[in-house]
């Protein structure tokens, strides 16, 4: 499964310079020995794989974020990958337990993710690094959710000009970067086509 892990990231085109030291950061992580799946909670070991599942609305450019209990930030739902488990499963199966949605990836995207980051992790629990593999699922501010109330306090479609506008620090950080590079993605077309999909400033700039 480490393969087909490395396989996935090393697909992604990275959209500005912090998307590729990442990149290059779980790569290397990826080439090592170190353990890569959460086998303890809530930080053993303390680096270890996620699946981001973010629900857009394309059309209308809004995005789906819970207030999340634990992180006490609004985040896309996801969850840790299981051992051994395939992050593209944990994406269809964590969308489908959190928010009852039936997942449907992206249309032009698809099963694959859009962005990897490394975050140190913030909240009640005790603080580790999160990978995070960034999938996108088609959704709709209509859609009728059934929102796990253990962990979230809310849940909210935000338009995607707000999370932009407010900056990252009631979000997860990369957030705001992430709905540049979607956003260039939509400019541009299909991601992933051996060339760079756009910059995040450009993006913005075409808001």
């Keep these: ?11 992604i085109v990275p959209v500005d310079s912090a998307e590729t030291e990442h990149q290059l950061d779980v790569l290397r992580w990826l080439d090592s020995d170190d353990a890569i799946f959460r086998t303890e909670k809530p930080a053993t070991p303390p680096k270890h794989l996620v699946s981001y599942c973010v629900l857009v609305d394309t059309d209308d450019e809004r995005v789906l974020l819970v207030d999340h209990r634990d992180a006490q930030r609004w985040l896309p739902t996801g969850g840790h990958v299981e051992v051994d488990e395939n992050p593209v499963d944990t994406a269809t199966r964590e969308i489908l337990e959190e928010l ?52 979230f306090v809310d849940v909210k479609w935000w338009n995607f000009d707000d999370v932009c506008d407010v900056g990252p620090v009631a979000f997860d950080p990369h957030l705001p970067r992430f709905i540049g590079k979607l956003r260039a993605c939509a400019r541009e077309g299909e991601p992933g086509a051996g060339r760079p999909v756009g910059t995040v400033d450009q993006a913005v700039e075409d808001r």
Aim: hydrophobic letters at 40%; glycine letters at 6%.
């Design 1 to 11: 499964m480490r393969k087909v892990v490395r396989e996935l990231v090393d697909a």
């Design 100 to 151: 009852g949605v039936e997942p449907t990836f992206h249309r032009s995207i698809g099963a694959k993710p859009l962005m990897v980051t490394v975050t140190r992790t913030q909240g009640r629990s005790e603080a580790h690094t999160d990978v995070s593999l960034w999938f996108v699922f088609d959704g709709s501010s209509e859609h009728v959710l059934t929102p796990d109330e253990a962990e």
